[in-house]
């Protein structure tokens, strides 16, 4: 069974950065797209970026688009959120989550929260303004 957990939550001030990762154990991270999603109290959780099993391939929100960027090691078996130019709306609880794409292309990725398989238990993000 594959395990995520999170980290790099924290209070920042508005325009700062922060990076978050998440390590990936029980499985190699290889085999799996990964995803970043947030959420808030009282709505859905939504999707933030996602990046294929080869790294080759990226897809952001158009809310975080230009200001976050996913990466990932599969070496080390962890994945990455830069967050920089921060606003107090990007303030949630920051998840991540890995789709095992089986049979699909290494450079598939997908921004349909219900196409994910595993997920971890959440960091909180919170950015004051």
């Known amino acids: 069974q594959v395990q995520l957990q999170e980290s790099g939550g924290d209070l920042v001030q508005a325009g700062g950065s922060l990076r978050l990762s998440c390590v990936v154990s029980g499985r190699a991270i290889y085999n799996y797209a990964m995803g970043w999603f947030r959420q808030v109290p009282g709505k859905e959780r939504e999707f933030v970026t996602a990046?294929?099993?080869?790294?080759?391939?990226?897809v952001y929100a158009d809310s975080v688009k230009g200001r976050f960027t996913i990466s990932r090691d599969n070496a080390k078996g962890l994945v990455y959120l830069e967050m920089n130019s921060l606003k107090p709306e990007d303030t949630a609880v920051y998840y991540c989550?890995?789709?095992?794409?089986?049979?699909?292309?290494?450079?598939?990725?997908?921004?349909?929260?219900?196409?994910?398989?595993?997920w971890g238990q959440g960091t909180q993000v919170t950015v004051s303004s």
């Open positions: 990046i294929s099993r080869s790294g080759a391939r990226t």
């Open positions: 989550a890995a789709d095992t794409a089986f049979g699909r292309s290494t450079l598939y990725v997908t921004t349909e929260r219900s196409e994910y398989d595993f």
